[in-house]
T-cell receptor, first 120, second 114 residues
Framework: AQKITQTQPGMFVQEKEAVTLDCTYD???????LFWYKQPSSGEMIFLIY????DQQNATEGRYSLNFQKARKSANLVISASQLGDSAMYFC?????????????????WGLGTSLAVNP | NAGVTQTPKFRILKIGQSMTLQCTQD?????MYWYRQDPGMGLKLIYY???????DKGEVPNGYNVSRSTTEDFPLRLELAAPSQTSVYFC?????????????FGPGTRLTVT
């Protein structure tokens, strides 16, 4: 079963406007973490923002903020004042802790991504 | 700091050939990971390691092998390459410490099997 769902394959936004990228997740573990990564056309994966399941406040990092709605199991990324350099793929991921060869192992489960294009 | 480095950046293999993708991190991270990313898709975990000498399978381990003899290095071995292994391969690492422990990624290796 897919655990991370990003329902927007592609999004467009006008430069300087705000945009919200959706992410919903499914887990029965009370302790989890949610991550957003950016992948520009050059291909590298860039960490943007993190939200822990027990964090009381929504995470913010500069122009990035996370709209975390725990009861709805959603962790939407909000980018304010979009810039041309924000054009990229954006991936939502959830940290899963599982039993492995040496106790608890931390792995990320990834969504399929949203392609964001910022128009001048 | 170099962070996570991967070599080579690009490689073309013939069907049935073998190769090793190299990955090195200089952040003293315990966790290391290998992912593949197929066109238009997210990342799929191939193998991961929680420390030197300890590895475990991810979602798509078939056709690959790994070893972790040191904290720094986590090579991925492809035996008998197949066209289905054409993909971009990312290595990543993360710290054991802290709730966040985000993964740091290498630049990727673009592999084509023909």
């Amino acid at each position: 079963a897919q655990k991370i769902t990003q329902t927007q394959p592609g999004m467009f936004v006008q430069e300087k406007e705000a945009v919200t990228l959706d992410c919903t997740y499914d887990t029965s573990d009370p302790s989890y973490g949610l991550f957003w990564y950016k992948q520009p056309s050059s291909g590298e994966m860039i960490f943007l923002i993190y939200q822990g399941s027990y964090d009381q406040q929504n995470a913010t990092e500069g122009r990035y903020s996370l709209n975390f709605q725990k009861a709805r199991k959603s962790a939407n990324l909000v980018i304010s004042a979009s810039q041309l350099g924000d054009s990229a793929m954006y991936f939502c991921a959830m940290r899963e802790v599982s039993q492995g060869n040496a106790g608890n192992n931390r792995k990320l489960i990834w969504g399929l991504g949203t392609s964001l294009a910022v128009n001048p | 700091n170099a962070g996570v480095t991967q070599t080579p950046k690009f490689r073309i293999l013939k069907i049935g050939q073998s190769m090793t993708l190299q990955c090195t991190q200089d952040m003293n991270h315990n966790y290391m990971y290998w992912y593949r990313q197929d066109p238009g898709m997210g990342l799929k975990l191939i193998y991961y390691s929680v420390g030197a000498g300890i590895t475990d399978k991810g979602e798509v381990p078939n056709g690959y092998n790994v070893s972790r003899s040191t904290t720094e290095d986590f090579p991925l071995r492809l035996e008998l390459a197949a066209p289905s292994q054409t993909s971009v391969y990312f290595c990543a690492s993360s710290s054991l410490q802290g709730a966040k422990s985000e993964q740091y990624f290498g630049p990727g290796t673009r592999l084509t099997v023909t």
